[in-house]
């Protein structure tokens, strides 16, 4: 359904260092640096037919999160959402709600966590067991 997802940073170097880590995770690898004609980076990181993008706001303003906003990371098994999680925080997010595990609900079993990038942006890691 997406083709890719772009999140707001004010520093898109401590952004860098954090989704590396934290996308490595995933299998994710370097990310393609790409400066506009107007002077702002962005970073595309591609993984699995999906693209995750982090960019210096075009506009010049200041990057903000969204309020209610969550982006879902899927992941192979419950101790890689636990390392997703882990790797955040050791690299500057902030781990948010419930700490790593499974959840029960009307849609079933999940295993799952939530951190907060250095931005701000809520970011979910999410394992549905078979």
Do not use: W
């Amino acid at each position: 359904m997406f083709n890719h997802i772009m999140v707001g940073t004010n520093d898109i170097e401590r952004s860098k260092r954090f989704y590396d880590a934290l996308l490595g995770t995933l299998g994710a690898g370097e990310p393609l640096r790409n400066v506009a004609a107007s002077g702002h980076t962005r970073l595309f990181y591609r993984h699995d037919g999906s693209t995750f993008c982090i960019t210096e706001p075009i506009n010049g303003e200041e990057a903000t999160c969204s309020n209610g906003a969550t982006i879902g990371f899927k992941c192979n098994s419950p101790e890689q959402v636990t390392q997703f999680h882990d790797v955040a925080v050791a690299h500057g997010g902030v781990s948010c709600e419930a700490p790593p595990g499974l959840r029960e609900g009307d849609m079933g079993a999940v295993y799952l966590s939530y951190v907060r990038d250095p931005d701000g942006n809520k970011l979910c890691a999410l394992h549905r067991p078979k």
